[in-house]
């Protein structure tokens, strides 16, 4: 079975500072999907970046990327000029066909 | 993008009583529904997995008794958690897809069992 660790169970930022979320997943797949989702206090859970393994060009979106190490299992997501509404917990995301394995979080306070 | 509309948003009832939440894909049609459940600062575990015209698949340890899933449509969800207690108070949240970007999220609904 699959599983998605988050080693960093609480970070902070200062405000417009980058920060990078780690993440690693076991598989036996070679083809499958990664996500991170961002939850804020509202509980909508939102989704921040996808990428797929078969893909070897990191994902980008505006000021979020990853650092995708297919060999390695490990799917980091970097943050950039942080800011307030970033705060959130980050929730690192595995699916080959369905459903979605997620990790535990990383609760994220970017600070003024 | 995709949108998933979960209605209530929240909703308190009595124990022993039956909650109805359901879950709607707005503009695209959903094969597949997931079912989750979070507790506080927790991850989403996952209670079941809906696919349309099918019995639900439910996770181990969920109680299919309790947790009623019908995924009558491609469009409609609903999760009846019936004799409610009070330790069925929870947030819950469903999925609805695939659609381009994969499994969309409702907004959530938060039970209170009093």
């Known amino acids: 079975a699959q599983t998605v660790t988050q080693s960093q169970p609480e970070m902070s930022v200062q405000e417009a500072e980058t920060v990078t979320l780690s993440c690693t997943y076991d598989?036996?797949?070679?083809?499958?999907?990664l996500f991170w989702y961002k939850q804020p206090p509202s509980r909508q859970m939102i989704l921040v970046i996808r990428?797929?393994?078969?893909?070897?060009q990191n994902a980008t979106e505006n000021r979020f990327s990853v650092n995708f190490q297919k060999a390695a299992k490990s799917f980091s997501l970097k943050i950039s000029d942080s800011q307030l509404g970033d705060t959130a917990m980050y929730f690192c995301?595995?699916?080959?066909?369905?459903?979605?394995?997620f990790g535990k979080g990383t609760r994220l306070s970017v600070i003024a | 993008g995709a949108v998933v509309s979960q209605h209530p948003s929240w909703v308190i009832c009595k124990s022993g009583t039956s909650v109805k939440i359901e879950c709607r894909s707005l503009?695209?049609?959903?094969?597949?529904m997931f079912w989750y459940r979070q507790f506080p600062k927790q991850s989403l575990m996952l209670m079941a997995t809906s696919n349309e015209g099918s019995k639900a698949t439910y996770e181990q340890g969920v109680e299919k008794d309790k947790f009623l899933i019908n995924h009558a449509s491609l469009t409609l969800s609903t999760l009846t958690v019936t004799s409610a207690h009070p330790e069925d108070s929870s947030f819950y949240i469903c999925?609805?897809?695939?659609?381009?970007?994969?499994?969309?999220f409702g907004s959530g609904t938060r039970l209170t069992v009093v």
């Open positions: 990428q797929e393994a078969y893909k070897q």
């Open positions: 598989t036996s797949e070679n083809n499958y999907y």
């Open positions: 503009d695209f049609q959903a094969t597949t």
């Open positions: 995301a595995f699916m080959r066909n369905t459903p979605l394995v």
């Open positions: 999925s609805a897809g695939p659609d381009n970007y994969g499994y969309t």
